[in-house]
């Protein structure tokens, strides 16, 4: 049975709260989201927004991170919710 490592450069601390990701482009969309990792330059979210695409650059407000800019690096359907990585910008 083979491992797969973590490549994550970054310790991540679970983290958890909800959030709201807006998008402006290429489709204005508001997003609720379930925050669950966090690092010092990034974070992952669950979400139900299939049209969450990479490369979109976003907004999040919650109480654990107040207000970021952030870009979506993946997006990822999981069963029966979706996940996004993202890089924060600001």
Sequence with gaps: MSTVSDRRAERRRTIQGEGIITVAEPLPLIIRCRLLDTS???FR???????????SQVQLESASTGKVTARVIWT?????????GFYILS
Aim: with cysteine.
């Design 45 to 55: 979210a669950s979400h139900d927004c299939a049209e969450l695409l990479a490369g």
């Design 40 to 42: 010092g330059h990034g």
């Design 76 to 84: 990822a359907i999981m069963g029966d919710h979706i996940e996004s």
